[in-house]
């Protein structure tokens, strides 16, 4: 069977936002391009990663106004890569390692070509993510 590869399951598109976009703005972006996160830029670099849950839990939860609270102040700065041609089960061992839901996907040249979140790696059935054990 085929070894099922990061770049087969993971989602391809990467929203970009500044660190100063609000949360009720970043939570409208990801509403209108259905997606659960977005990496956030401090002008032309990568400064961190905010997905919904983190507006939730800690913003919303904590009582910060999301007309006013920015992406920068909640974002999560460690953003943790894995190369597209790596293996579902690689992804799964790295946020397991981690203790994350999400990893940034990059080519060979190291540039973001996508994410990989628990929810597409939950999708991928089992016989194909044990079928790439096989072929390492």
């Known amino acids: 069977m085929a070894r099922t590869s990061v770049a087969d399951v993971m989602t391809r598109s990467v929203v970009y936002l500044p660190g100063e976009t609000t949360l009720d703005e970043a939570a409208q972006v990801m509403r209108d391009q259905s997606i659960g996160d977005v990496v956030i830029t401090h002008g032309p670099t990568m400064a961190g990663l905010v997905t919904d ?46 203790g994350v839901r999400r990893l940034l996907v990059c080519d060979a040249d190291r540039n973001v070509v996508g994410i990989i979140s628990l929810s597409d790696l939950a999708a991928v059935p089992s016989s194909l993510v044990n079928a790439s054990d096989h072929h390492q």
Do not use: N
Not at 58 to 85: C, D, F, K, N, Y
Not at 87 to 93: I, K
């Open 53 to 98: 849950r983190d507006i939730v839990v800690r913003a919303i939860a904590q009582g910060l106004p999301p007309q006013t609270t920015t992406l920068e102040s909640i974002a999560t700065r460690e953003m943790i890569m894995v190369e597209q041609s790596a293996t579902v089960e690689e992804a799964v061992r790295a946020m397991h390692e981690r």
